[in-house]
Structures are given as C-alpha cells and as structure tokens.
C-alpha cells in the first residue's frame, strides 16, 4: 500500500475534457482503491499541467511549447511511419521530460478521435516508443467527441428529460446513450453531432453534465463506453494508473 501523493499530468484538449477526464479517474481510483476516499482523494494525487499551477497541458500549445525549448523530434516509430498524433505525442512527452516540474508520477494523453481512429495508433506509437513507461503513460480517446462518454451516462432524471431523448430518437433513428459512436457530424450543431446531441438533452448544463460521469452505475459507462473509447480508457486507468498506490497491475 502506497498513501503517497502522486502528481498526474493531463494533456488533453481543453477545459471540457479537465473536467470529465479527472472526474472518471478519481472514481476509477475510489472503486478499486479500498482505503481512497472520494473525499480525501485530494490528499493522494494532484491533476496538473506542464506545471504545478497550471490544470492542463493543451494539446494545441504542444508544438509552441517544445519548439521554444529547442525541441526538434522527427523520424519513425519503430521501423514504422507516424500515425496521426504520433508526432504530437511524442512532443507532448518530450516537453514535459525538459520543461515540465518535478515531480511527475503519471502522463494522461487524451483525444477526440473526429472519426479518425488512427489517432489512437499515434498515441500508442509515441508511448510504445518509450518502452516500459516510467512514468506510467495512459491512453485515451473518444470516439468521436468527449461528448460521446457523457452521452453513456446520461439516464433522464423526469419527464422533460424523457420527453427530450424521445425527441432524439425519432429524430436520429437510434437511442444517442446507447450508440454514441453514431454521432459522427463534425459540423456544429449538425444532426448528428455530439455537442448538439449533449447539450440538448442535459440543458446545456454543466452540472447536469456532471453527473453524467458521476452518478451512473461503471457497468454502465463500460458497457455503452464499447464504440466510444470509455471502456478502453477506463481500463487503462485500471491497469496503469491505480497500480500507482496498490502496487498491483492487471
């Protein structure tokens, strides 16, 4: 057993993915960690940026960031060209190795796939390339949008809400909670996309928003989670992050 704080970078691209992404992680660490506390989860890990007092490392400041620190990174993977966000995640990695405050215990890469699922190929390059990470580096990316592991869990909480998914299943063909990966528009406010799908049903609330990820069942989140990247990046926090404090993986 490790009671230690441990400091967790996010690299993700912007404020809505730092609000969902450490919300999933700490309930992830309270379930499989029996003496982590949901409310003494801030004495055991820190979510930061480049630096202590910053929330994030955006992934758009990425490329600014490492060529103002002289970093200059090209070549193969492996043998094997870059996939999309290979480079980026090289980078990102690269920056926080020079640039970056010590301590750092974890690396948390998220993405939005835009219905480009070679992103999650170009992660995995960059982190393969490292060989075995220490620090642990996991992976995560949504399928199509962040929106889309919201969506998973949303459950109508009184009529106006079930009158709204009605709506939006007459009007897409499909339950959006149930086949998020569906939402493929990548023109806001297009049928079919996430945003528009999101914000429709929970008012446009944040709060509402929350409790998407906070209050539903993880059997849930995994199970409609498939299609969209949830479920693999629930459990890469499983197997990568948790073992920060149990000392076990798998």
């Not at 995560?140 to 939006?168: I, N, S, Y």
């Not at 009007?171 to 528009?196: S, Y």
């Not at 890469?236 to 073992?243: A, I, Q, S």
Request: net charge neutral; proline share 5%.
């Amino acid at each position: 057993m490790n009671t230690a704080s441990h400091s967790i970078v996010i690299v993700c691209e912007g404020p809505g993915d730092h609000r969902t992404v450490p919300a999933i992680a700490d309930r992830v660490l309270s379930e499989s960690v029996e003496w982590m506390l949901p409310e003494m989860l801030g004495a055991y890990r820190q979510w930061r940026g480049l630096k202590h007092n910053q929330p994030f490392l955006a992934w758009k400041q990425v490329h600014t960031l490492a060529s103002e620190a002289g970093i200059r990174l090209n070549g193969f993977f492996n043998g094997e060209p870059g996939a999309p966000d290979a480079f980026a995640a090289r980078r990102a990695l690269a920056l926080l190795k020079v640039a970056g405050e010590d301590p750092i215990d974890a690396v948390i890469l998220v993405r939005d796939s835009d219905n480009d699922k070679e992103r999650l190929n170009g992660l995995k390059q960059a982190r393969d390339e490292v060989g075995n990470p220490n620090p642990p580096i996991i992976i995560g990316v949504a399928h199509t949008k962040r929106e889309c592991w919201v969506l998973a869990g949303f459950t109508p909480m009184d009529k106006a809400e079930q009158a709204r998914l009605g709506a939006l299943k007459q009007e897409l063909g499909f339950d959006p909670c149930l086949h998020a990966d569906e939402l493929t528009a990548q023109q806001d406010g297009a049928k079919r996309d996430a945003k528009r799908v999101l914000s429709q049903l929970t008012g446009n609330s944040v709060d509402r928003e929350s409790t998407c990820w906070k209050e539903c069942s993880f059997h849930q989140l995994e199970a409609r989670g498939q299609k969209t990247g949830l479920a693999a990046f629930i459990q890469e926090l499983r197997t990568k992050l948790v073992p920060l404090w149990t000392g076990r993986t798998g």
